[in-house]
């Protein structure tokens, strides 16, 4: 490979720049059940899949990983948890639609945490725009792999699932 001068365009320089973000997913379960929520039509990436809750770190805003996690199921399902220990860590890519380089992408490394609820009224009325859910539901454990999940939460579904 030719060398290439210190400062001076190379093979990396061409390349998209990537985003890195942390996420956190929260695996809320009560009595049998798991809480999923529903992707609205709305939704860029995923209109009409299922998911947990959860969401990427504010990095100005949470004081740590369990508020980060408490904030996000807040929002998005109005539910108070007790934040309970990661069981898998996992990795997808998105367009960064806020980049003003054409191609760049968001980087997110995710981790899935057990959480037990504190409250069980699920609601949707606290959620960010951004957020594009429509519903939520407790669904029966042996029932919640058959869902249609967005592609990336699939492995960790089954990894949950194999581990209760």
Same mark, same amino acid.
């Given at each position: 490979?030719?060398?290439?001068?210190?400062?001076?365009?190379?093979?990396?320089?061409?390349?998209? *720049?990537?985003?890195?973000?942390?996420?956190?997913?929260?695996?809320?379960?009560?009595?049998?059940?798991?809480?999923?929520?529903?992707?609205?039509?709305?939704?860029?990436?995923?209109?009409?899949?299922?998911?947990?809750?959860?969401?990427?770190?504010?990095?100005?805003?949470?004081?740590? #990983?369990?508020?980060?996690?408490?904030?996000?199921?807040?929002?998005?399902?109005? #539910?108070?948890?007790?934040?309970?220990? *990661?069981?898998? #860590?996992?990795?997808?890519?998105?367009?960064?639609?806020?980049?003003?380089?054409?191609?760049?992408?968001?980087?997110?490394?995710?981790?899935?945490?057990?959480?037990?609820?504190?409250?069980?009224?699920?609601?949707?009325?606290?959620?960010?725009?951004?957020?594009?859910?429509?519903?939520?539901?407790?669904?029966?454990?042996?029932?919640?792999?058959?869902?249609?999940?967005?592609?990336?939460?699939?492995?960790?579904?089954?990894?949950? #699932?194999?581990?209760?």
């Amino acid at each position: 490979m030719p060398s290439v001068e210190a400062g001076a365009p190379g093979p990396l320089t061409a390349m998209s *720049p990537i985003r890195l973000q942390f996420a956190q997913k929260a695996f809320i379960v009560a009595g049998g059940r798991l809480l999923l929520v529903r992707k609205a039509a709305s939704d860029p990436f995923h209109p009409g899949r299922w998911e947990v809750p959860g969401g990427r770190l504010e990095v100005e805003d949470d004081l740590d #990983l369990d508020d980060h996690i408490r904030r996000e199921v807040w929002e998005e399902v109005g #539910l108070k948890i007790e934040p309970g220990p *990661p069981f898998h #860590l996992w990795q997808w890519f998105m367009p960064d639609r806020a980049a003003p380089a054409r191609g760049a992408r968001i980087r997110v490394v995710a981790a899935a945490r057990r959480c037990r609820p504190v409250t069980v009224d699920a609601v949707l009325e606290n959620q960010d725009s951004g957020d594009h859910l429509d519903g939520c539901a407790w669904v029966p454990l042996e029932r919640a792999g058959s869902y249609d999940l967005i592609p990336s939460l699939r492995p960790v579904m089954r990894a949950f #699932l194999a581990s209760t």
